[in-house]
């Protein structure tokens, strides 16, 4: 079976930082690009940030300078690092893979508020 968990989440003041994790299991994690989304509450699920296998990364101009998106091939480990945090980051932020695509952990929130 295919799991994604994600963590790290929680509350955080704005210009602060959160390191949020996600283990993989059930796929060829070594291969796999990953990716990073958030869903605000009443908004579409959007794309943050995306590794490939080769460590090639994307952002969304929204997070660029602010967020880095790493990978531990040897720990099935993905991670978004989060600096200077803005309230309008404020989400539940999901991994997800898409070379095996369809799947989603829980969720780890994220809330950036004074």
């Known amino acids: 079976q295919v799991q994604l968990v994600e963590s790290g989440g929680g509350l955080v003041q704005p210009g602060g930082s959160l390191r949020l994790s996600c283990v993989a299991s059930?796929?060829?994690?070594?291969?796999?690009?990953m990716a990073w989304y958030r869903q605000a509450p009443g908004k579409q699920r959007e794309p943050v940030a995306t590794?490939?296998?080769?460590?090639?990364?994307n952002y969304a101009d929204s997070v660029k300078g602010r967020f880095t998106i790493s990978r531990d091939n040897t720990k099935n480990l993905v991670y978004l690092q989060m600096n200077s945090l803005k309230p309008e980051d404020t989400a539940v932020y999901y991994c997800?893979?898409?070379?095996?695509?369809?799947?989603w952990g829980q969720g780890t929130q994220v809330t950036v508020s004074s």
């Open positions: 059930g796929i060829i994690f070594r291969i796999s690009t």
């Open positions: 997800t893979s898409h070379t095996f695509t369809g799947y």
């Open positions: 590794i490939t296998s080769g460590g090639s990364t």
